[in-house]
């Protein structure tokens, strides 16, 4: 057979394949938040969405993916203001949709958000997970260090040195409950807006960000222990303070 997968996924996954749905079917809606860790919970900032002074026009110019990072630690009120861009809920519907920062394809919203902090005030290092409905962190009870991940990341070193790295988590039944078989497409393409978000956001802020998909998925998933396939890392990013060119 000619045909890749690449191909096959396209064709398959076309609306007039969707099917009934598990929505359709009446199987119970995913919740819609999930927590993948077994820590304390840690209050975050208040979001003051008014942060910097930059226009959105000179961020989405000026905006560049940013690999070096100065050693500069990030406030847990910068950090709060991105995980806010990302996927801050600004409202949540009848029990049953949510409204983020994000769009997201039938407002399904399918990540979770781990953090792998490395400079944050007032954070020791290690694993969070953002819950988004609470605006609170979530510390974990395993550890997971820049480095352990900058490995499965193929040994992209800025992960390293990066202030913080944002790993997003696809639970996948939150989507294809609705779309079936192209969840899958909107899973990636929700993944895109989040992280344009954080790009901007850290451009107002001073900082800078650098998205990562090649990564090893087995390595990445086992990491976080995610099995791969219900739960599974969709995309990443990292971030820190730019340094202060002469
Ligand atoms: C889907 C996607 C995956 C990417 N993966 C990586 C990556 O793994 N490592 C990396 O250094 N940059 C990665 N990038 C950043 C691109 O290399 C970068 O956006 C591109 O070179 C253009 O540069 P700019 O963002 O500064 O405009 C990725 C970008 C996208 C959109």
Redesign the pocket.
């Known amino acids: 057979m000619s045909e890749t997968i690449g191909q096959r996924f396209q064709e398959e996954t076309v609306i007039a394949r969707l099917g009934v749905s598990d929505q359709k079917r009446g199987v119970p809606m995913p919740p819609l938040e999930v927590r993948l860790l077994d820590g304390s919970e840690i209050e975050l900032p208040a979001v003051d969405s008014a942060w910097g002074k930059t226009t959105l026009g000179s961020a989405i110019r000026s ?3 940013v ?1 070096e990072y100065a050693a500069l630690s990030l406030s847990q009120s910068e950090l709060a203001s991105l995980l806010w861009a990302t996927q801050g809920v600004a409202r949540v519907w009848e029990k049953v949709v949510t409204f983020r920062s994000a769009p997201s394809a039938g407002a399904r919203h399918p990540f979770e958000t781990l953090l792998i902090v490395h400079r944050v005030e007032g954070l020791s290092p290690g694993l969070y997970q953002y819950l988004a409905h609470e605006h609170r962190l979530l510390a974990s009870s395993f550890s997971v260090t820049a480095n352990e991940l900058a490995a499965a ?1 193929l040994g ?1 070193k ?1 992960i390293e040195t990066a202030a913080v790295t944002f790993a997003w988590v696809a639970v996948r039944d939150r989507m294809t409950w609705r779309y079936g078989e192209r969840g899958y497409r909107y899973i990636y393409l929700d993944a ?1 807006h989040v992280c344009q978000n954080l790009y901007l956001a850290c451009e107002a802020m001073g900082a800078g960000a ?6 090893d998925d087995a390595a990445v998933n086992q990491l976080f222990r995610l099995d791969g396939v219900g739960q599974f890392v969709a ?1 990443l990013a990292s971030v820190g303070k730019k340094t202060v060119k002469a």
């Open positions: 905006r560049r993916s690999r990341c992209q800025m895109g650098c998205a990562i998909g090649a990564y995309y």
